[in-house]
């Protein structure tokens, strides 16, 4: 029944691994984001696609590369992590790129050490 | 540029005081307006929106009305409870790809 799933719920890794994090939504929406939020709470766009097209990609180290194989998956992989990857990544949803709220998952605690 | 700036937390409140939770917009045209309620552990809920002037969103006794004159969404509670404690994001939309902007989060403690 889960709108939009993130998996893993915890993740705790060493410097310089490398990890992905997956997300589906069964909302039929054509558009999902990921964002990033640090431990002062502020949240940062990462990345959108649409439609398994990507139109956002903000300044993000490319050592993040989002892949969404159809458009209810929008999947994170980082490579090489580093200590301050340390975060809440949460992935979202919405009807299209249009004048749309959001639905969010509940988040991926990364913990890199 | 495109921004959203609220006032810092944490705001303490006794259960049933009035609750106002301050935010400001740059304004780029008429952006639409959102708030996002997060509770602990969880993602971020939609609260309510506004999408033009002086339209009020409203939901669960929360309100805010959209003013343009001020570039203001201020949220407003009458009589707060224990159970809204939790983090409020106020958040602008972008018009690039819906993309949204939020403000640095405003977390809510109110006590029995």
């Known amino acids: 029944d889960t709108a939009v799933s993130q998996t893993p719920k915890y993740l705790v890794t060493q410097m310089g691994n490398d990890k992905s994090i997956k997300c589906e939504q069964n909302?039929?929406?054509?558009?999902m984001y990921w964002y990033k939020q640090d431990s002062k709470k502020f949240l940062k766009i990462m990345f959108s696609?649409?439609?398994?097209?990507?139109?956002i990609n903000e300044t993000v180290p490319n050592r993040f590369s989002p892949k969404s194989p159809d458009k209810a998956h929008l999947n994170l992989h980082i490579n090489s992590l580093e200590l301050g990857d340390s975060a809440v990544y949460f992935c979202?949803?919405?009807?299209?790129?249009?004048?749309?709220?959001?639905?969010f998952g509940s988040g991926t605690r990364l913990t890199v050490v | 540029g495109n921004s959203v700036t609220q006032m810092e937390g944490p705001v303490t409140l006794s259960e049933e005081a009035f609750l106002t939770i301050n935010c400001t917009y740059t304004a780029t045209g008429y952006p639409s307006l959102f708030w996002y309620v997060q509770y602990p552990g969880e993602g971020l809920q939609l609260l309510l929106k506004a999408t033009k002037a002086d339209d009020k969103g409203s939901n669960k006794g929360f309100e805010a009305t959209y003013r343009k004159e001020t570039t203001s969404f201020h949220l407003e509670k009458g009589s707060v409870q224990v159970s809204d404690s939790a983090v409020y994001f106020c958040?602008?939309?972008?018009?690039?790809?819906?993309?949204?902007?939020f403000g640095g989060g405003t977390r809510l403690m109110v006590k029995p």
């Open positions: 696609y649409n439609n398994k097209e990507l139109i």
């Open positions: 958040a602008r939309r972008v018009n690039a790809g819906n993309m949204l902007t």
């Open positions: 979202a949803s919405s009807q299209g790129t249009g004048n749309y709220g959001y639905t």
């Open positions: 909302l039929g929406h054509d558009t």
